[in-house]
């Protein structure tokens, strides 16, 4: 079974100061299920890398080995939603237009969400979203 990745766990396989089990856990999952994001997701992954690259966290040749793992493994982009579903999660749960894009995605699927941000996991709760276990 699918489920659907946050690019806050994935920002945190970016960096090598950064610790989260529940990230590794997400990782390790990939090895057996797919991930599906929204098309945002690899917008907010180049964000993080480029702000990385910036501020010295990661080099330039960091940058394309990571998005070359990224390419390795199985997490797919869906297909856009209508953003009027996307704009009324957003409103109702004070969320930001990316973070409700995974919620309706988790929501509109019917699949688990794994992310580490928890007003959206609030959110993901109160629409009947299924987090995926972490830890």
Same mark, same amino acid.
């Given at each position: ?50 702000? %990385?690259?910036?501020?010295? @966290?990661?080099? %330039?040749? %960091? ?30 749960? @004070? ?16 699949? @688990? ?23």
């Amino acid at each position: 079974m699918a489920f659907v990745l946050d690019a806050s766990v994935a920002g945190v396989w970016m960096f090598q100061d950064e610790l989260n089990p529940q990230a590794d856990i997400a990782l390790d999952l990939l090895r057996e299920e797919p991930a599906i994001v929204p098309a945002i997701w690899w917008f907010e992954v180049r964000n993080m890398l480029a702000l %990385g690259e910036r501020r010295g @966290r990661i080099s %330039g040749a %960091g940058r394309i080995e990571f998005l070359a793992f990224l390419k390795r493994l199985p997490i797919d982009a869906a297909p856009l939603s209508h953003d009027d579903d996307i704009l009324e999660l957003a409103h109702r749960h @004070r969320l930001t237009f990316y973070d409700a894009s995974y919620c309706e995605l988790a929501r509109r699927e019917d699949l @688990r969400l794994a992310m580490l941000d928890s007003q959206l996991a609030q959110a993901a709760r109160k629409e009947g979203v299924l987090l995926l276990a972490l830890g």
